[in-house]
């Protein structure tokens, strides 16, 4: 197959994967890209190993805190740790910027925080309705705002996290 190829070979692109990651790396890619519990099989499908290896691999994400278990369903389901995301995403904030430049985008985060605040009337944007107009337009402007809102927030707590890792040497309490 040539660069320019319309059409992989099949089956080309799970060789690749294969060959370039082992089991417990693709089960690692999979669960995070589970967004719900998932059972250990269909990841196992997913990864293209053994429902064995896969529930071996997923329990030993559960013990490092990447993953959660529900081991009483059957069969066992898994998802991604969004805590854990969090915390990998605070740290490379912290790596990557300075406290002052951190503090700088909390600064800017509360401001538009604030400013959707003003605009909704409430600190809260579940408490927003955003079916209230009559236009798609219109709904659909609201949507954007109160999602953009809610990412808002996230930011705030996501960059205040990473503060926090950023003084006290990657840890989250002072030593």
Request: charged share 30%; with cysteine.
């Amino acid at each position: 197959m040539t660069e320019f190829d319309p059409a992989p070979e099949p089956g080309a692109p799970r060789r690749r994967w294969q060959e370039r990651t082992d089991t417990f790396g693709r089960v690692y890619d999979v669960l995070l890209g589970v967004t719900s519990p998932t059972a250990y099989t269909d990841i196992a499908d997913l990864a293209d190993c053994s429902p064995n290896a896969a529930k071996k691999h997923l329990d030993r994400l559960v013990e490092m805190g990447i993953a959660r278990a529900e081991k009483a369903s059957r069969p066992a389901t898994y998802e991604r740790n969004e805590g854990y995301l969090e915390w990998q995403e605070a740290s490379r904030i912290a790596t990557d910027l300075s406290v002052e430049e951190i503090i700088e985008r909390v600064e800017a985060l509360e401001a538009r925080r604030s400013e959707y605040e003003t605009e909704f009337g409430t600190t809260d944007p579940t408490d927003v309705s955003v079916f209230d107009h009559e236009t798609h337009d219109a709904i659909h402007e609201r949507m954007a705002a109160v999602s953009d809102w809610q990412g808002v927030i996230r930011d705030v707590r996501l960059y205040e996290l990473a503060r926090r890792l950023a003084q006290n040497d990657g840890h989250l309490i002072p030593a």
